[in-house]
T-cell receptor, first 115, second 110 residues
Framework: EAGVTQFPSHSVIEKGQTVTLRCDPI?????LYWYRRVMGKEIKFLLHFVKESKQDESGMPNNRFLAERTGGTYSTLKVQPAELEDSGVYFCASSATAARTDTQYFGPGTRLTVL | GNSVTQMEGPVTLSEEAFLTINCTYT??????LFWYVQYPGEGLQLLLK?????DKGSNKGFEATYRKETTSFHLEKGSVQVSDSAVYFC?????????FGGGTRLMVKP
């Protein structure tokens, strides 16, 4: 069974440009999460999808970030326009249920560098 | 709010040494507790978890016990190997999201 995949693995863009990150969850997982780790700080929650609906987007830093999950399968996270402080590693995770006891399986991450 | 505090690294050990990485937490309700590991060049992998007080999670020789009285979930291994060199993250889930500690880098020398 394939794990969580993310694309691209690395992205280098200039300030003001747009970047779109993609996440493919484990097949059959209704729950999809985005997290990020910036400047060596803690990994922070961004948002949670249940199927195609945003269940919780309390961690989204501002309106330059837009996440979608059309059809309830893969998800995209767009940053527009990118700022220097957006540099970091963006992780996607998926789980079968949203129970606090359930394991969230992580992808390898996308390292974003904004110059 | 919820928070996780883990010892800062790096932790440097010789092969076959005993490992302890401390983790304490603050949470509302009854969280589940997790240890994730990130090997060089890879993503986060679940190492072990415990979902209620006094549960012990174990995997690959690593163990951690959910201590509600001390709000702790310390990671231990009796004899580390060079291949255990990685960054270890303690995390909790009290609702739908994971709250992580800052990560502890472990370096094991032959």
């Amino acid at each position: 069974e394939a794990g969580v995949t993310q694309f691209p693995s690395h992205s280098v863009i200039e300030k003001g440009q747009t970047v779109t990150l993609r996440c493919d969850p484990i097949s059959g997982h209704d729950n999809l999460y985005w997290y990020r780790r910036v400047m060596g700080k803690e990994i922070k929650f961004l948002l949670h999808f249940v199927k195609e609906s945003k269940q919780d987007e309390s961690g989204m830093p501002n309106n330059r970030f837009l996440a979608e999950r059309t059809g309830g399968t893969y998800s995209t996270l767009k940053v527009q326009p990118a700022e220097l402080e957006d540099s970091g590693v963006y992780f996607c995770a998926s789980s079968a249920t949203a129970a606090r006891t359930d394991t969230q399986y992580f992808g390898p991450g996308t390292r974003l560098t904004v110059l | 709010g919820n928070s996780v505090t883990q010892m800062e690294g790096p932790v440097t050990l010789s092969e076959e040494a005993f490992l302890t990485i401390n983790c304490t937490y603050t949470a509302t309700g009854y969280p589940s507790l997790f240890w994730y590991v990130q090997y060089p060049g890879e993503g986060l992998q679940l190492l072990l978890k415990a979902t209620k007080a006094d549960d012990k999670g174990s995997n690959k020789g690593f163990e951690a016990t959910y201590r509600k009285e001390t709000t702790s979930f310390h990671l231990e291994k009796g004899s580390v190997q060079v291949s255990d060199s990685a960054v270890y993250f303690c995390a909790l889930n009290a609702g739908n999201m994971l709250t992580f500690g800052g990560g502890t880098r472990l370096m094991v020398k032959p």
